[in-house]
């Protein structure tokens, strides 16, 4: 997960790399050029009411437990991590048998769906960035391609403040309690430029799905072409 996570910080907003971020961004022209399975599978991909819980649940329960790049990197202690988890699910079932189970089962579904909430809005709103090499600028990239989330400080307290994540893209570094003093202080210097995302923009941002790269925003769905019926003479 660490490499993976390190290769998404080396290429965030590249066109050319997209396979390194967390959720797939199609640009307007594919989808103008996209056969129609295709549109059909990124449609149901960026649905939100598929993306969260079915998404959620297969991340986390599926895909984590054997990561992309987990054979190059080194599986071992993915399957040693692996083992340790079915040793607590036992765990809980031996000690409070499956009431607990499920309770556990339920929190870690729930987790899910805001784990893939924010991770959706950390790079797809409205003003994001895109581009390519070599005139991609990498700090243009990550302080505009990257979102500042202000949904509440129980909000951040739950997520560790990762919602203000343009400030831990400009450097990792930052340990993750320190993120949201950090953006407010930059903010107040005039330093930051972006504007933070509340709410409604938040829910509106689920409805934006292709990369307009001549109009440098996320846009949504074009509405589908229809032939305009022919008079009879």
């Known amino acids: 997960m660490q490499y993976n996570h390190n290769l998404h910080h080396a290429n965030v907003g590249n066109l050319d790399e997209r396979e390194t971020g ?121 302080m505009q391609g990257s979102s500042a989330l202000d949904l509440g400080w129980w909000w951040d307290l739950g997520t560790g403040n990762i919602a203000y994540h343009d400030i831990h893209h400009l450097n990792p570094r930052i340990p993750s309690y320190r993120l949201r003093k950090c953006h407010w202080e930059l903010q107040a210097q005039g330093v930051l430029s972006s ?11 689920f409805t934006l799905k292709l990369w307009d790269e001549d109009a440098k925003r996320l846009v949504p769905f074009p509405k589908e072409r229809t032939t305009a019926a022919v008079p009879a003479e």
């Open 195 to 205: 504007d933070v995302i509340k709410w409604p923009e938040a829910l509106r941002s």
């Open 22 to 142: 967390e959720v797939h961004t199609m640009t307007v022209a594919e989808w103008n050029e996209a056969p129609w399975h295709t549109r059909l599978w990124y449609r149901l991909y960026r649905n939100p009411f598929i993306m969260i819980p079915i998404g959620g649940f297969f991340v986390f329960f599926m895909r984590y437990r054997w990561p992309k790049n987990a054979a190059h990197v080194g599986w071992k202690g993915i399957a040693a991590h692996n083992a340790m988890v079915v040793a607590f699910w036992g765990g809980m079932y031996l000690l409070f048998g499956l009431p607990g189970l499920l309770t556990l089962l339920a929190v870690a579904i729930v987790c899910t769906w805001i784990g893939v909430f924010l991770v959706y809005l950390q790079h797809n709103f409205e003003d994001t960035h895109w581009g390519r090499k070599p005139e991609l600028d990498f700090e243009t990239a990550v």
